[in-house]
């Protein structure tokens, strides 16, 4: 096989969400693959940090404030994105996240749940989404690129307790789907709309969830890594790699797939 087909340098990417662990880890492994990367988030400053680091590198990037909920925010992004780098072939919609109190818990019954903390999640993983690939999206069929979204293991099987984050992800991943459709049959023929569906790695956010302070699982830590053949959780750097792959050539005919980076949690029923 021609390797040549693997080759991304001189791609643009634009990723939301940039400030977080999968997404700003995904920006610094692009760059590393010869990849032009701009860093949307909602915190300039978190944005900021990473491509420092990744010009400091030898890189390219620029770091952007922008909202995927403010249409005017992510305008001006747009404006200086294809200022800098004069196209855009990836769009990595990377923006997301729960909140506590919109998922159960012995402190939070369903019943309890606030309808505003489920319309934010919702908002975010979905509307976000959408919003921010109206706006980048004509540049994509300009470039006949592609379009990354960040889906999840709850996309595939409803987790327990995250009733509106397990809801929200499914439809990102429908989104997806969906997506992929309309802008073939209605833009481009070689325009190519994927989702990544991460499993359970072990970040700042959700370590209290999954791990004791003496190091040992929690009871759902357990479960995690019962249900996942390989045994630990994965890390960010594992994530980058197949979406390096879905920016190449090498997955020119890859369309409206949902992809499991999770260790085989999700073909795993548990017997």
């Known amino acids: 096989m021609n390797a040549e087909i693997f080759n991304v340098q001189g791609k643009t990417a634009v990723i939301t969400g940039a400030g977080g662990v999968i997404c700003g880890t995904m920006a610094r492994e692009m760059a590393k ?4 990367v ?9 944005a900021q940090r990473i491509a420092q680091e990744i010009t400091d590198g030898g890189g390219e990037a620029i770091a952007v ?5 403010d249409k005017e925010t992510l305008e ?10 004069g196209r855009v072939d990836v769009l990595v919609n990377g923006a997301g996240g729960n909140r506590k109190d919109a998922s159960t818990s012995s402190e939070m019954s369903f ?20 919003l921010t690939t109206q706006i980048f999206g004509r540049d994509i069929v300009a470039s006949n690129g592609s379009v990354i979204n960040i889906a999840s293991m709850a996309s595939i099987l409803p987790l327990s307790n995250t009733i509106a984050y397990s809801g ?4 990102a991943a429908n989104f997806t789907q969906w997506m992929a459709v309309h802008f073939n049959q209605n833009y481009s ?6 989702a990544i569906a991460p499993g359970f790695l072990l970040t700042s956010q959700n370590r209290y969830l999954l791990q004791q302070e003496s190091g040992e699982p929690t009871e759902r830590g357990r479960k995690v890594l019962d249900k996942t053949p ?37 073909a795993y029923w548990g017997v």
Do not use: H
């Open 33 to 36: 693959a010869g990849m032009n």
């Open 38 to 46: 701009a860093l949307l988030n909602r915190t300039l400053e978190k």
């Open 65 to 69: 404030q922008a909202d995927v909920l």
């Open 76 to 85: 001006t992004a747009r404006e200086q994105v294809t200022e800098r780098f």
């Open 111 to 130: 019943f309890d749940i606030p309808f505003s903390a489920l319309q934010d999640v919702f908002d975010l993983n979905v509307l976000g989404a959408i």
């Open 168 to 171: 929200a992800k499914a439809a």
């Open 189 to 194: 023929r070689t325009i190519r709309v994927n």
């Open 230 to 266: 390989m045994g630990r959780y994965g890390t960010p750097e594992e994530m980058a790699g197949a979406a390096i792959w879905l920016c190449s050539d090498a997955a020119s005919f890859v369309n409206g797939a949902i992809i499991p980076i999770d260790g085989g949690f999700s």
